[in-house]
């Protein structure tokens, strides 16, 4: 097995373990594979595993791994792109055309966007709205008291689909500490469903806090390092 197969199976059994803790159904919680920095050679690794859906931060190094992997599939089926990273609006087009999933919507402006470049025929994109729940200056996403506005009009837009809430709570070790603001991102989740969206994909969880995420009703995982190693950032630093 190459190290990433082995990798991703100890993720695997990571997420499966945290489910059963939680008492959540099996496969109730979905894998992102998050491949920014690494090359197309590491990405067909994981897809030779059978991991189909993949996490990217940066528009041009996405598109270039995208082109380079056109045509592969998993089960038959093509690879599933997600957008995870800070968008400029100025760079929502090639995100319109090229990927299935953006989970970094964080006004209403790239959303317009995003709807209104996406290409007639392709399905509707798949967007998760950002909030900002750890309150950080520096952060993106909306604050929380601005989610259930910014979601409703999202939701109006013709050509996207919005899929539900994503964050990236400050880095916290101590997995007791972890669960406060994924629990607050649950209950932001749970009152908007409970008001009448539609949504099913809560995205958090990321290599270090990911049992916590999973405790806290996360249906969408992201994990980069425990499956492809630390990064280098090169030119993104
Ligand atoms: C890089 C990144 C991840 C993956 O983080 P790891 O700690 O490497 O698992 C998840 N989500 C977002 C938004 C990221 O930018």
């Known amino acids: 097995m190459s190290t990433i197969a082995s990798h991703l199976d100890a993720v695997l059994s990571r997420i499966a373990q945290a489910t059963a803790d939680a008492a959540r159904p099996a496969g109730s919680v979905q894998l992102l594979a998050v491949s920014k920095t690494f090359g197309p050679d590491a990405v067909r690794e994981a897809i030779a595993a059978g991991q189909r859906a993949f996490g990217e931060n940066y528009v041009q190094e996405a598109l270039d791994k995208i082109a380079a992997l056109a045509g592969e599939t998993v089960d038959g089926k093509p690879l599933e792109w997600h957008f995870i ?12 055309e090229h990927f299935a999933w953006v989970h ?9 966007r995003l709807s209104a470049q996406r290409p007639a025929g392709m399905p509707p994109l798949q967007v998760c709205l950002q909030v900002n729940i750890s309150g950080e200056a520096t952060k993106s996403g909306v604050l929380p008291a601005e989610v259930p506005g910014t979601a409703r ?19 916290e070790d101590d997995p007791v500490r972890q669960r406060a603001p994924l629990r607050a991102m649950r209950e932001l989740f ?3 469903r409970a008001d009448g969206l539609a949504l099913d994909t809560l995205s958090m969880g990321m290599s270090g806090d990911l049992e916590a995420a999973i405790a806290e009703g996360a249906t969408m995982v992201r994990i980069g390092t425990a499956i492809f190693g630390a990064r280098d950032y090169g030119s993104h630093a």
Request: aromatic fraction near 0%.
């Open 190 to 192: 749970d009152a908007l």
């Open 153 to 171: 009009a999202i939701a109006a837009l013709p050509n996207l689909t919005l899929r539900g809430l994503m964050a990236i709570p400050e880095p």
């Open 85 to 96: 990273g800070p968008l400029q609006s100025n760079k929502t087009r090639p995100v319109a």
């Open 104 to 112: 970094s919507v964080d006004r209403l402006k790239i959303a317009e």
